[in-house]
Every structure is written in structure tokens, then in C-alpha cells.
């Protein structure tokens, strides 16, 4: 059997202290403790993988949701809500992009409500426009008629009379 030794000489007190292990306990001792080390790595890796599946969800199901509502923002949809309601960074942003929308709703409304009352005014005075123009066509109309029956009489007239006033 191999056999390793050791001695220390302790000088404060002239003692000799001397140790020796077999070569194979010592082998077969390292080897049960990397199978330990090892089983233990497994058992935290392990661990640490199931452990990790809720933190990593519980971290990005807010940020899905805001992801959610951030495409149906751009779909047009303007009464989305993120419903995250978190006290760390991810709540900050949900909160921001909510009272974005918020804001945007309100102005789309607003502009909205601009462009109604512009239309129903671009609306009435364009039936106005419509109810001057075929005035204007009538008076046209009857302007001609008028200038067509002077010419008729005027041609079917023989002699010119005319008004001569001595002044």
C-alpha cells in the first residue's frame, strides 16, 4: 500500500506531530467528495432552474402586457390600459404609457371634436355656395332671356327711335 507522511515540527513546544493517510483512502475519500460536489452542483442547478421559470415570468409577464397594449396602440386602439400596477421600474413605465395614452386619447378626441364643428361649418357654407351659385345661374339665365327678347325687338323694329333731349 502507498502510503503518504507528514511531519511539522512545532518549535514552541519541541513537538514533533506526524500524519500519514493511504494513498487509496485518500483517493477514494477525494472521489466521494467530487460525487457530493457534483450531486449538490445537480441539486442547485436544479433548483435554481425551477426557481428561476416563476422569477423570470413574474418579471416578464408585465413587460408582455405592455407589449400587448403598446401593438393594439398602434392598431389604433386608444382605450387600452397596460394594468400593470407594480412599485418597481416596470410599474414606472406601465404608469407612463398609460397616462401617454391617456393624454393622446384625449387630444384625438379633442381634434376630433375640432373637426366635426369644422366640417359642419365647411358643410353649411358649402350649401350656401350651392344656394348663391344657382341664384347667380337664375339671374344669368333671366339676364340672357332679357338681352334675347331687347334684341328681337330691336331687330323686329323698322325705324331707330331714339330720345334726343335739347339740353
Known amino acids: ?36 460536489i457534483l450531486a449538490a452542483s445537480l441539486v ?9 421559470y416563476p422569477a423570470a415570468a413574474r418579471l416578464t409577464a408585465p413587460l408582455r402586457r405592455l407589449a400587448e ?21 416596470i410599474g414606472v413605465l406601465a404608469g407612463a ?13 379633442n381634434l376630433e371634436d375640432l373637426v366635426r364643428a369644422r366640417t359642419q ?12 351659385n344657382a ?3 337664375r339671374s344669368k339665365h333671366a339676364l340672357a332671356d332679357a338681352e334675347l327678347r331687347q334684341r ?3 331687330d323686329a323694329i323698322p325705324a331707330a327711335i331714339a330720345d334726343i333731349d335739347g339740353q
Open 44 to 52: 442547485a442547478v436544479i433548483l435554481g432552474s425551477l426557481l428561476v
Open 69 to 89: 397594449a403598446a401593438r393594439r396602440v398602434q392598431r389604433g386602439d386608444l382605450h387600452v390600459s397596460t394594468t400593470v400596477q407594480r412599485q418597481d421600474e
Open 121 to 132: 361649418a365647411l358643410e353649411s357654407a358649402n350649401s350656401e355656395l350651392k344656394r348663391v
Open 135 to 137: 341664384s347667380l345661374q
Open 152 to 154: 328681337h325687338v330691336l
Open 1 to 36: 500500500y502507498e502510503k503518504i507522511s507528514f511531519v511539522r515540527h512545532l518549535k514552541s513546544v519541541n513537538w514533533y506531530i506526524a500524519s500519514s493517510v493511504y494513498l487509496d483512502e485518500l483517493k477514494s475519500g477525494a472521489l466521494r467528495l467530487r460525487d457530493r
Open 97 to 109: 404609457f398609460d397616462d401617454m395614452i391617456r393624454k393622446v386619447r384625449g387630444q384625438t378626441e
